[in-house]
């Protein structure tokens, strides 16, 4: 088993930035891919962005290229994301996820096996 859990969540304004943080321990070499998603009220959760312990598979969200970056410490067995620029619409609860090896593409929440309990970020002015 793989616990997570996930902190750095809080409420900014409009263009600011936040770091969410993923801590994870247990069987962490059982996994190979680390991944963030979101949720917001009354909407499917929502693919945000992967990355690979070993760096060689990268992927984002279309509704966060260029803004958000994750990024991934395997001393620690932890998993980040920086979000700049920040708007209404990125307001969710982001989960960390984790998944072993699989077929991919890694993009579906079905994909992955272990979950943070979520932490709320609130973008408003």
């Known amino acids: 088993q793989v616990q997570l859990e996930e902190s750095g969540g809080g409420l900014v304004q409009p263009g600011d930035s936040l770091r969410l943080s993923c801590a994870a321990s247990?069987?962490?070499?059982?996994?190979?891919?680390m991944g963030w998603f979101r949720q917001a009220p009354g909407k499917e959760r929502e693919f945000v962005a992967t990355?690979?312990?070993?760096?060689?598979?990268?992927a984002y969200g279309d509704s966060v290229k260029g803004r958000f970056t994750i990024s991934t410490d395997n001393a620690k067995d932890m998993a980040y994301l920086q979000m700049n620029n920040l708007k209404p619409e990125d307001t969710a609860i982001y989960y960390c996820?984790?998944?072993?090896?699989?077929?991919?593409?890694?993009?579906?929440?079905?994909?992955?096996?272990?979950w943070g309990q979520g932490t709320q970020v609130t973008v408003s002015s």
């Open positions: 996820a984790a998944a072993g090896i699989k077929r991919g593409p890694y993009r579906s929440h079905s994909e992955f096996d272990y």
């Open positions: 247990g069987r962490t070499t059982t996994t190979y891919i």
């Open positions: 990355l690979t312990w070993g760096g060689n598979r990268l």
